[in-house]
């Protein structure tokens, strides 16, 4: 098609820049050439715009692409989170799957997982659920750093995460904010940054007992020692869910804020920004993790405190 292409191109343009030079040679003799010669012309001008016409027509055909997904490596993913609540310790234990498979994760069973608090003797945790593993003994302290040890049929992953200092949530309240002439109410959070830079912030926010999908994360690197007025914007790409989300008076919004590490935080906020297309990356990849070994996901330490409020 291309070949043919060429020589439609080749041929036309040459034609074309004749057919140019022979009007110009027309201007500048006497009108009685120009009449004895138009006809032809004519006859000329439609042969050429036939021509041109059909090359369009060939060259505008449509070819079928077919994609070739080769399949990637399958990879663990390991999701596990300790904070200062008791009965918090879980680790989540999944593996990725190729892109024509469908999107249920079923958990890795019989997998050996140890947490220790500060080098002291590691705490072995207990499969509840598929994939799915806890310790009822084991509740984080602020300042404490955690090793985790899992092993998934003798290849060994091993991670590090060190708990923040508790920030106190001072205050959740509802605001309205207007965008686009449009009206709409918003949990927003109130709290005090200490001084030093390094803070960072996880928020997770349910409305009447379910959670929202949107990842609200931010550091203090602009506002290190500041007062922070935090209002979670939820975002999603399909309107009528987006218009379903929307807070009503009367609903039950409850939210959490986990004081996180900052690779923690590198790890969410690499997600938020894969997730909402807003990754510049020529080409797209994993969020970052803190996870040494090869799997992917993280292992977080952190505070937890939460407020509810109703929408008034």
């Known amino acids: 098609m291309s070949s043919l292409y060429k020589k439609y191109a080749s041929f036309s343009g040459s034609k074309l820049q004749s057919f140019f030079q ?17 006809g032809r012309m004519l006859k000329r001008v439609g042969l050429y715009m036939s021509f041109l016409l059909s090359a369009m027509y060939f060259t505008s055909c449509e070819k079928v692409i077919q994609l070739d997904l080769n399949e990637a490596e399958k990879k663990y993913v390991i999701e596990a989170e300790i904070s200062d609540s008791p009965n918090s310790c879980k680790v989540i234990v999944t593996q990725t799957k190729n892109f024509e498979e469908n999107n249920t994760f079923n958990g890795i069973s019989g997998v050996q997982i140890t947490i220790a608090d500060n080098n002291a003797t590691p705490v072995t945790l207990t499969e509840t659920s598929a994939g799915v593993y806890k310790s009822s003994s084991l509740t984080g302290i602020s300042g404490h750093t955690y090793n985790l040890v899992v092993n998934v049929d003798g290849q060994v992953f091993t991670a590090i995460s ?17 965008f686009f002439d449009e009206t709409n109410k918003y949990a927003t959070l109130l709290y005090k940054d ?4 390094g803070n960072a912030y996880r928020y997770i926010q349910y409305v009447n007992g379910v959670k929202e999908k949107t990842i609200f994360v931010r550091d203090d690197d602009l506002a290190d020692g500041r007062s922070i ?17 929307k807070l009503k008076s009367g609903d039950n919004v409850k939210v959490e804020m986990l004081c996180i590490s900052y690779p923690v ?11 909402t297309g807003e990754n510049q990356s020529a080409t797209p990849g994993n969020p ?23 929408v008034p």
């Open 194 to 197: 200490p001084f030093g830079t």
């Open 22 to 38: 022979l009007l110009l040679c027309h201007s500048l003799v006497p009108q009685q050439f120009y009449a004895a010669k138009s």
């Open 265 to 275: 935080y590198k790890y969410w906020y690499s997600l938020a920004e894969s997730s």
């Open 162 to 178: 060190s708990m923040p200092a508790r920030v106190p949530l001072d205050s959740l309240y509802i605001t309205e904010r207007t």
């Open 288 to 310: 970052v993790t803190n996870i040494e070994g090869g799997a992917l996901g993280y292992f977080s330490a952190h505070t937890l405190q939460s407020k509810t409020v109703i």
């Open 229 to 245: 007025e935090r209002t979670l914007f939820f975002y999603n790409n399909d309107d009528d869910e987006q218009e379903e989300k």
